[in-house]
């Protein structure tokens, strides 16, 4: 089956040591998003990819890079993660760009930051 | 700004009761509504959107531009419909979707 696959589920790391989550999609999406969810909140968007057009949310911290190095594999980097960075990350993918259109999301990593 | 209130963070209805899961939103442009779930250990999934006007699991939603709603009705809940629903709101061009914080819905038997 065609899907947005995520690794790891479980993602332990210490305070201040430089994490990378990975995402890969076998839909051929010319998207990939990267959410972050913390306990009880809304997924809130990092930054998207539109081929290999990146797009940084306003208000997303410099700590969190992202990078593609092609259609199916997308990258989450936090170089210095601090406690408040522990949460479920997301990746999800659509066909184009824009809030009007379906994504389809892998099933998280759950960060957690000692 | 694109803004989605889900005023509920818990509904608990007795199976077979009718659901109703709010959901509100603030756009100046034209909408773009959906209804996502997530079943338990299962990702986030898209559950149906405005402009399908299907029903899904014997959901409904209708977009309500005059009290800017769209909230998701079923007449009989069933055990299989617990789960968290986000409602989202994308807007026109290349404006991201806005997730709503979501409500868990719990049926009990």
């Known amino acids: ?114 | 700004a694109q803004r989605v209130t889900q005023p509920e963070k818990l509904l608990s209805v007795f199976k077979g009761a009718p659901v109703e899961l709010k959901c509100n939103y603030s756009y100046s442009g034209s909408p773009e509504l959906f209804w996502y779930v997530q079943y338990s250990r299962q990702r986030l999934q898209l559950l149906l959107r405005h402009i399908s006007r299907e029903s899904i699991k014997g959901f409904t939603a209708d977009l309500n531009k005059g009290e800017t709603s769209f909230h998701l009705k079923k007449p009989f809940a069933q055990e299989e419909d617990s789960a968290m629903y986000y409602c989202a709101l994308g807007g026109s061009g290349n404006t991201p979707l806005v997730f709503g914080k979501g409500t868990r819905l719990s049926v009990i038997a």
């Open chain 1, 1 to 114: 089956d065609a899907m947005v696959i995520q690794n790891p589920r479980y993602q332990v790391t210490q305070f201040g040591k430089p994490v990378t989550l990975s995402c890969s999609q076998t839909l051929n999406h010319n998207v990939m998003y990267w959410y972050q969810q913390k306990s009880s909140q809304a997924p809130k968007l990092l930054f998207h990819y539109y081929d290999k057009d990146f797009n940084n949310e306003a208000d997303t911290p410099d700590n969190f890079q992202s990078r593609r190095p092609n259609t199916s594999f997308c990258f989450l980097d936090i170089r210095s993660p601090g406690l408040g960075d522990a949460a479920m990350y997301l990746c999800a993918t659509s066909t184009i760009r824009g809030g009007g259109n379906e994504q389809f999301f892998g099933p998280g990593t759950r960060l957690t930051v000692l």
